[in-house]
Nanobody, 120 residues
Framework: VQLQASGGGLVQAGGSLRLSCAASGRTFNWYPMGWFRQAPGKERELVATIRWRGDITSYGDSVKGRFTISKDNAKRTVYLQMNSLKPEDTAVYYC??????????????WGQGTQVTVSS
């Protein structure tokens, strides 16, 4: 599986961005997918995940109610709609595929990351 993330950029606080993650590989539709982020000097943290059907999602506490994860299996793409952005959302955002359904412990494919910067 190869993952290509895009859509990052610079936005003012309160603004919105939508990240996209295009996946290759015929089994993509079966994997749980997720977005993670890593800010300078901090550990990578989970932002949002979505099950292969797209009917079950989960979010990190810091983004609940502001971010929405979705997927389009026909387009092999996962999205992260980010609203009401805050400066503390500034980070490199990575999309990921949990190919072994391991709870993100093993067999995880990572995209290259896209920078999101929120100015105050």
């Amino acid at each position: 599986v190869q993952l290509q993330a895009s859509g990052g950029g610079l936005v003012q606080a309160g603004g919105s961005l939508r990240l996209s993650c295009a996946a290759s590989g015929r089994t993509f539709n079966w994997y749980p997918m997720g977005w993670f982020r890593q800010a300078p000097g901090k550990e990578r943290e989970l932002v949002a995940t979505i099950r292969w059907r797209g009917d079950i999602t989960s979010y990190g506490d810091s983004v609940k109610g502001r971010f929405t994860i979705s997927k389009d299996n026909a387009k092999r793409t996962v999205y992260l709609q980010m609203n009401s952005l805050k400066p503390e959302d500034t980070a490199v955002y990575y999309c990921a595929a949990d190919s072994l359904n391991s709870g993100w412990r093993v067999g995880v494919y990572w995209g290259q990351g896209t920078q999101v910067t929120v100015s105050s």
